[in-house]
Each structure stands twice: as C-alpha cells, then as structure tokens.
T-cell receptor, first 112, second 110 residues
Framework: GENVEQHPSTLSVQEGDSAVIKCTYS??????FPWYKQELGKRPQLIIDIRSNVGEKKDQRIAVTLNKTAKHFSLHITETQPEDSAVYFCAAPPGGADGLTFGKGTHLIIQP | DTAVSQTPKYLVTQMGNDKSIKCEQNLGHDTMYWYKQDSKKFLKIMFS???????INETVPNRFSPKSPDKAHLNLHINSLELGDSAVYFC?????????FGPGTRLLVL
C-alpha cells in the first residue's frame, strides 16, 4: 500500500515569510496529490491539488510542486498571514485506487 | 446547501453500546468514504463505497459496518463500543480525485 511521509510536524514562521511543507510517497502508480487545510475543530478542506502530468500548480499565494522521479511533492505558501495557521495534510491515493493515504500533518504557526 | 453533512455532531456513550453515524452528500458523487481521526490528528481511511459496493475495507474491527441505502448516503454503524473508538469520524465523497469532507462526528466512549 501507499506510505506518505510528511515533514516537518511543526513549522513556525514570521508573518509575511514563506512556508514550505514536504511529502514523499512510496507508490509510483499514484497519480493525484491533494493538500488539505484543517483549522481547529473543523473539517479538512481541499486547498490545492496536482496530477502527475503536471510539475507545478499555483493558486494565488499557494503553490504545489511535484517531482515524480523522486516521489515527492511540496506545498509552498508565500506572504503568510495569521489565517494560514492550521494543520496541513498531504495525501496520495494507493496505486491510483479510490481513497487517500494521508501524511501525519504539519502544524503551521504564523507568528505576528 | 451543505455538500456533505453528518449527524450527529457529538456523540457521548457508554462502553458496550451500539451507535450509528449518518452521512449524506448532495454533490452527485459516486464514491463515499469514512475516515477516523485520532487524538494525534492522524487521518486514516476506514471504508469507501462506490455504487453500493465496498471497494476498500481497511483493517478495522468488524464491529464497524458501513451501510449505504443509496448513492447519496453512507452510514457507519458501530457495535459494542470500546474506549479506543473515541475519535472524530469524518465522512467524505468524491467523483474523480478530490475528496470533500463532512463536518465530523466527535465520538466519546466512557
């Protein structure tokens, strides 16, 4: 099955700085890589995703990069704001099947 | 016009009881899922249903049983609840790729 590793587990950055969260996956057949944001007491919400035929995708201050050869993908948040504070999860489907295997999450803290 | 909804939001019960959590989606998606999030925030898939067929069944105890009366609903029934079942349970649905989560049900077993 798919194994997804996520680092770091906690990331503290100054407001306005950039934040980068990295994930690796094990199943080379995986072809879809979403990122979710979960605020305290709320549901995980999809913020950006990328498919294996694309190397990078950007949406305003958020970008995701994918390196299929190395089997890793990263979330980049620029010009961080207090409302970016949350737990972020990466995920990948096991062998392209339904369902997602999630990383263990990164607690992002934006320092004012 | 909530896309994925769950009831109840909170569930407090005694060990040994049987309980159900209901989930409904109005997105027209073909596949629905149940995830468990433990106290360390780890999210793990439990089940998925596609057109009323179970297509993923992770190694969860057989005390947990998903039931899908139709494509828009996937309920979770839990028999003989144990202390370790305390967690947040999320329902989700998807069509191709992106999954959308319900608000979660916080289960506390005393």
């Amino acid at each position: 099955g798919e194994n997804v590793e996520q680092h770091p587990s906690t990331l503290s950055v100054q407001e306005g700085d950039s934040a980068v969260i990295k994930c690796t996956y094990s199943d080379s057949a995986s072809n879809y890589f979403p990122w979710y944001k979960q605020e305290l007491g709320k549901r995980p919400q999809l913020i950006i995703d990328i498919r294996s035929n694309v190397g990078e995708k950007k949406d305003q201050r958020i970008a995701v990069t994918l390196n299929k050869t190395a089997k890793h993908f990263s979330l980049h948040i620029t010009e961080t704001q207090p409302e970016d504070s949350a737990v972020y999860f990466c995920a990948a489907p096991p062998g392209g099947a339904d369902g997602l295997t999630f990383g263990k999450g990164t607690h992002l803290i934006i320092q004012p | 016009d909530t896309a994925v909804s769950q009831t109840p939001k909170y569930l407090v019960t005694q060990m040994g009881n049987d309980k159900s959590i209901k989930c409904e989606q109005n997105l027209g998606h073909d596949t629905m899922y149940w995830y468990k999030q433990d106290s360390k925030k780890f999210l793990k898939i439990m089940f998925s249903y596609n057109n009323k067929e179970l297509i993923i069944n992770e190694t969860v105890p057989n005390r947990f049983s998903p039931k899908s009366p139709d494509k828009a609903h996937l309920n979770l029934h839990i028999n003989s609840l144990e202390l370790g079942d305390s967690a947040v349970y999320f329902c989700a649905s998807s069509q191709v790729g992106a999954q959308y989560f319900g608000p979660g049900t916080r289960l506390l077993v005393l």
